[in-house]
């Protein structure tokens, strides 16, 4: 599934115009990306939660010549499905 398709749902949902419901994907992305970037937690219940996780430095290889090297400690973003999601699954 695409914006596009997740769009045309959303709006067939909730009767409003698949623009409308684009924008309101869009901002929903958005602010959750926000928080993210500030590393706060978002929690949609029912759905699961994103969280900001710290990836340590570590040691690595160059794939293409072997050599060691030292990877830098980054941030990403983790999601752990609810347990409602898990049921539907």
Do not use: C, Y
Request: charged share 30%; no cysteine; glycine share 10%.
């Amino acid at each position: 599934m695409n914006v596009g398709e997740l769009a045309k749902g959303v709006a067939a949902a909730t009767g409003t115009s698949e623009a409308d419901a684009k924008k309101a994907i869009a901002a929903v992305f958005d602010q959750i990306a926000a928080a993210a970037a500030k590393g706060e937690e978002v929690s949609i219940n029912g759905f699961g939660k994103f969280t900001v996780k710290d990836r340590p430095e570590r040691e690595g290889r160059n794939p293409s010549t072997g050599e060691s090297m030292t990877i830098a400690a980054s941030k990403k973003v983790a999601f752990t499905a609810a347990k409602g999601l898990k049921d539907k699954l």
